[in-house]
């Protein structure tokens, strides 16, 4: 019985992957959408794998890290840097000359995306030795401030990062599996980690730190573990943001970032992997409609005086706070989303309509 | 030998001395009792012995070994597991989680090689789910293991954190009063399910108790503490007529 339900499912996912594939494929080879839509989802995929590795360290070991961003940046710059082809470097940084030591080397997108998610843990590790011991909002303060910092410390290494004026002519991927490959994959190693006994660790730490110390596990190693993983995942993310816009600087890592990460984690429940996933296409796909709000709106004649330029985010803003007052465990709480959950609500769905 | 041995141990807080040159020696596979009034020093004693607090004067030895100044999880990976005083389990995991978790400190692959299902890793995963799944059933617990901990009625929950602390495979057990908020039947079944267990993994047991009928019935060596020192030692009977122990926790009269 329980094994038929189980072969059930199995097949379940392989149509479901089979139709998303498919779909995939069409967008990709533009029988269907258009540019700005594939836009829109690619970058629905990046923000899917920072919010994910995000919920790693906050909904699910507990640690409430405001540093997203700052990693993500940090990945993002790595791939802009040695992605850009050498015979643009000189009309990039015409201001101020790239240091020798970079300007002349190249390296193939895949390698420098791992670079930068593994500069990403590195700094991550630096960075947890000293601030993993502060909990829940001083970590908060502190990761916060880290992040700031990066952001700073990138919009002055002129000769490294070409400080205020970015980097631009980064190459750009041809094809929407890169995106959606990574973030399957990121998604699938987190998923996997976290059902392993370290993430079990995780989860104790998560629950109650001294008893979870009393059980024999190391908090410190455990906590920088986790932190430095999710960092991981946000270069990775970040990598790969900046080879979708094609250019990065230091102004698109501003705090207000993380927050966009932390409302996909609380829109789909802390603690929740599918909840994040779905939060995080709504998410970014609702910023991109609610762009509306930002347009001046004439209603038979008269201007509506609310709708300029960020607007949008205070409505944005409204919805996290009716959010956190009204469905404070998100979409899923600490749940996974499964197949007996779309049958209940499709079940839900059928006495209704009778 | 003793297994577990407080030497001289002193610990202030500024300038409060919770406890004062305490001396204690738990012999194997006995059951010791640390007791006394309210605010002696008792968890504070615990706390020291499992590293949770550093103490400020002493050392704690466990099997001949200095066991001051590690960490608590250190000391758990001695061998020294204990349960807390007002249950701390990891209420939103299932009891099979409660106790899994309680194993990790032996896992020997590294998180990449677990998250990705090498074939060692999945052995040792696999292992690890059957040897828990063996202690809830020698506990009578099996029947629980997909329930969520804070679900469990009180004492199944004493039980369970026993049970977590036994999963780490510790050889000396500290119970911070196990028969807290249990009713009289409760509380002898308690005593019989620690002699089990006593036997069973033989175990050496140090805790800490307020229902005397329990501490004189199982306890083979008791301990008295009053304002942090030291005030009685010896068998059940020998504590119960000791005349400091009868002021301790009745008090003095004024004009005797």
Known sequence: MINQRKDHNIKAYILLFIVFAVL???????????EYVRRVLNLAAIYTIVSVSMNLVNGFT???????????????????????????RASIFYVVPQNPALAGIHIPFPAALLLGGLLAALVAILIGIPVLRLKSDYLAIATLGFSEIIRIVFTNAKTITNGALGIKSIPKMPTMWVFFGVMILSVAF???????????????????????????????????????IGAFFAGIGGGLFA??????????????????FLLMIVLGGMGSISGTVIASFIVTIGLEVLRFFDNPLTLFGVTIPIFRAGFRMVIFSALLMILVLFFRNGLLGQKELSWGMVRDWFGRLRRYKR | ??????????????????????????????????????????????????????????????????ITGLSPDKITNKGIARTFQNIRLFKNLTVLDNILIANHLHVKSNFL???????????????????????LEKLGLLSLKNEIAHSLPYGEQRKLEIARALATDA??????????????????????????????????????????????????????????????????????????????????????
């Open chain 1, 62 to 88: 507990g640690l409430f890290s405001l540093g997203q961003a700052g990693f993500m940046a940090i990945g993002a710059y790595t791939v802009a840097i040695f992605t850009v082809p050498l015979e643009s």
């Open chain 2, 113 to 135: 090689s677990y998250t990705t299902r090498m074939p060692w890793s999945r052995k040792e995963e696999k292992s690890m789910r059957s040897k828990s799944e063996m202690l």
């Open chain 1, 24 to 34: 995939l494929t069409l967008l990709d080879l533009k029988y269907i959408g258009d």
């Open chain 1, 243 to 260: 080879s979708l816009l094609g250019t990065v600087d230091p102004k698109q890592f501003y705090f207000t970032m993380t927050y966009n």
């Open chain 2, 171 to 256: 050889k000396l057990l500290l119970l911070d009063e196990p028969a807290a908020g249990m009713n009289p039947s409760e509380t002898m079944q308690l005593s019989g399910f620690i002699h089990t267990i006593r036997d069973e993994f033989e175990l050496t047991i140090f805790m800490i108790e307020h229902h005397m009928d329990l501490v004189m019935e199982i306890s083979d060596k008791i301990y008295v503490l009053d304002f942090g020192q030291l005030i009685a030692q010896g068998t059940a009977d020998e504590v119960k007529n000791n005349k400091r122990v009868i002021e301790a926790y009745l008090g003095v009269e004024e004009d005797a």
């Open chain 1, 190 to 228: 987190i998923v996997f980690l976290i059902n392993s006994s370290y993430g079990r660790a995780f989860k104790a730490i998560r629950e109650d730190a001294v008893a979870a110390e009393a059980m024999g596990i190391n908090l410190f190693k455990h906590k920088v573990m986790s932190f430095a």
């Open chain 2, 1 to 66: 030998m003793s297994v577990l041995k407080a030497d001289n141990i002193v610990m202030q807080f500024g300038g409060v001395t919770a406890v004062n040159d305490l001396n204690i020696e738990v012999e194997k596979g006995k059951i010791v009792a640390l007791i006394g009034p309210n605010g002696a020093g008792k968890t504070t004693a615990f706390n020291v012995i499992t590293g949770v607090y550093q103490p400020t004067k002493g050392s704690v030895y466990f099997n001949g070994e200095k």
